[in-house]
């Protein structure tokens, strides 16, 4: 289960052309539509939103957290695909090297065994 978003995330998630789907009936939507559309707010009332140090403290810590987290298996996604890229070169470079050998031409198979020119000059029998 996820916590509920605090006030500043369904903020950033409206801006975003986020859905009200983590609030309730879309009743907190509605109520800021009302809220705006009745005049009845005022440049005072919109410190009340801004959160305490120690959210904010706590905030900061969960970020630092996630980008640390995201780091780490960026990491690990780079090493997974370096290791691919190479297990892909090899997989090549052994079929390559199949192919050569497949196409060179066996010298055994081909032509017939021949006395050496130099056996025969050799010293007479």
Known sequence: DEPPLTETQLDAQQMEGGSSANMPNGT???????????????EGE??????DESA???MQEELETLQHRKHVLFVKLKELLREEADLK???????RIAQEEEDKPALTDDKPEVASPLVELGSPR
């Open 89 to 95: 070169a090899a997989e090549e470079e052994a079929k």
């Open 56 to 58: 904010l403290a706590q």
């Open 46 to 51: 919109d410190e009340e939103d801004v959160p």
């Open 28 to 42: 907190a939507a509605h109520d800021e539509e009302a809220n705006g559309a009745a005049g009845g707010e005022e």
